[in-house]
């Protein structure tokens, strides 16, 4: 028993440094394979010396060393000079652009032919409207079965009248003819007519030597009713409608057109119109007018063009698209339309560098034509344009704090305040772009003011709690520690800055962190 102890000891020792030789192989491999996936030699795209670290959400600051931001509670995020990439280039793996399926396309320079396909209407032509009343105090007897809407033809019968006017003055024109006093005769007949009875009917009371107490009211026009306003039993007083009619010779086309392309349409244009219900066949037609009043609710001018439907196949109500053929641009930059990303503070497009290198660019437009527009400064000829995910881009460099580059002389598209805002005596500014959110203030110190707050959608930015700059002291005046406001930020070149505190009514301010 005493010997098998010392042999016991050998082999848990020889079993001890078995594996730790094991180990030390198997880190040895380990390290050699990871060796030989990434070389040393070949780094990340996001290798390379860090030039200094920022936080996202106020970029222009910079830091020499890594930590917690000052002004809200996360990390700081490392610069690499990434083979001495400028700080307005977005790095992106190959890769990844081309599993994302970007597309690009070049500026090119050529001409823009803006044309614009309108849409239309077809009403009446209320030139063709009648108007038909009585002339005289009566009584109706009849009113023919017909409504608004129908279409009648001309001399069919609409209404019957009693006038008791024209009775006595008719009998007295047929005693002065009977007596041979044609010159009182003659009076007695202008009389009748002053009362309103119609040429034809006096006519048949002469010829047939009877009194016509009753008088059947016909269509003047073949036409569309629009209005039948009497029934049986009314009693009528001179001058009261008895119906409308709107005649369907001619009709209207009252065509939409944006006041951006106001200059665009004159009177007596000729304009390519093709209607819904005859799809293929096209027709021109000359604007008649252009009327001078601007509809406010959408922003657009009617143009009216006047067409003939003697066949009666174009129908009010009926709609249209209108072709117009706008001014053509010679020599200008253009880009695909989908190419141009609106932010409400400036537009941009993301240029394409190669090798995954993209940059946010500033540009001013000019005209397009839905599928072009003119770039009138913030490109070059030549240069490559995403046209596909440049969504995805401007997020990743908005997380990223990368600022796009300048059209013009200013400094990330935003002009210097005293050329874009206006200060009024409570330290606001106007014209310029506020974002905003319900929040409660939790600190005042030093020109600034920690903010609990909720969403701010236009930025975007979640809810948290951090520190702001205010753009002046009257800002914070007359408010406390623990007041619920509604927060208004503006950007500046050092980040964002209160712009405005306005007093909420409620404690119990939705989205803010308690």
């Not at 040393?40 to 600051?61: H, I, K, N």
């Not at 017909?146 to 008791?164: K, T, W, Y």
Request: net charge negative; glycine share 8%; no cysteine.
């Amino acid at each position: 028993m005493n010997n098998m102890f010392p042999k016991l000891l050998v082999i848990s020792v020889g079993a001890l440094v078995l594996t730790g030789l094991g180990i030390l192989i198997g880190l040895s491999l380990s390290s050699g394979s990871l060796d030989n996936r990434v070389p040393t030699s070949a780094p990340s795209s996001r290798a390379g010396e860090v030039l200094y670290w920022y936080d996202p959400m106020f970029p222009q600051q910079r830091f020499d060393q890594p930590g917690k931001s000052p002004f809200m509670d996360m990390e700081l995020v490392p610069r690499f000079a990434n083979g001495g990439e400028s700080s307005t280039v977005l790095s992106i793996d190959p890769g990844a652009v081309q599993n994302l399926g970007m597309r690009t396309a070049p500026v090119t320079r050529g001409r823009l032919q803006r044309n614009a396909e309108l849409s239309g209407v077809v009403v009446l032509n209320e030139r063709r409207r009648h108007l038909v009343q009585t002339r005289a105090a009566a009584f109706v007897e009849r009113v023919w079965p017909l409504a608004a809407g129908d279409l009648v033809q001309a001399g069919a019968p609409v209404v019957e009248l009693l006038v008791p006017e024209w009775v006595a003055a008719q009998h007295e024109l047929l005693a002065l003819k009977m007596s041979a006093q044609d010159a009182l005769a003659s009076v007695a007949r202008e009389r009748l007519l002053l009362l309103g009875m119609p040429v034809a009917l006096l006519q048949e009371v002469e010829r047939g030597n009877a009194v016509q107490s009753r008088y059947i009211v016909t269509a003047p026009i073949t036409g569309m009713l629009q209005s039948v306003d009497v029934r049986p039993g009314m009693t009528l007083s001179a001058g009261q409608t008895l119906v409308i009619l709107n005649g369907l010779e001619t009709v209207w086309l009252e065509v939409a057109v944006p006041e951006s392309l106001a200059d665009s349409v004159r009177a007596e244009d000729k304009l390519v119109v093709e209607f819904a219900a005859f799809p293929g066949r096209n027709m021109q037609a000359q604007v008649s007018e252009v009327l001078p009043t601007l509809n406010a609710a959408s922003r657009t001018l009617s143009a009216r063009l006047e067409l003939d439907n003697v066949d009666g196949k174009l129908r009010p109500g009926s709609s249209a698209r209108v072709l117009l053929a706008g001014q053509t641009e010679e020599d200008v930059l253009l880009v695909p339309t989908e190419a141009v990303l609106h932010t409400g503070r400036m537009t941009l497009v993301m240029v394409a560098e190669g090798e995954g290198h993209f940059r946010p660019q500033e540009v001013l437009t000019g005209g397009e034509n839905g599928r072009q527009t003119i770039i009138v400064d913030g490109l070059r000829e030549g240069e490559q344009v995403v046209v596909s995910g440049q969504f995805l881009l401007d997020s990743e460099a908005q997380l990223q704090g990368i600022l796009p580059s300048p059209a013009t002389g200013t400094e990330a598209g935003i002009a210097p305040e005293s050329n874009t805002a206006s200060s009024n005596s409570s330290g606001a500014t106007s014209d310029v772009v506020l974002h905003e959110a319900d929040g409660r203030i939790e600190a005042i110190a030093d020109g600034q003011v920690r903010l609990s707050h909720g969403d701010f959608p236009t930025i975007p930015m979640p809810g948290m709690t951090m520190s702001f700059t205010l753009a002046n002291e009257s800002v914070i005046a007359g408010f406390a520690v623990g007041d619920a406001v509604r927060i208004a930020l503006r950007a500046s070149d050092n980040g964002l800055v209160v712009e405005r505190l306005t007093p909420l009514q409620t404690d119990n301010t939705p989205g803010v962190t308690p």
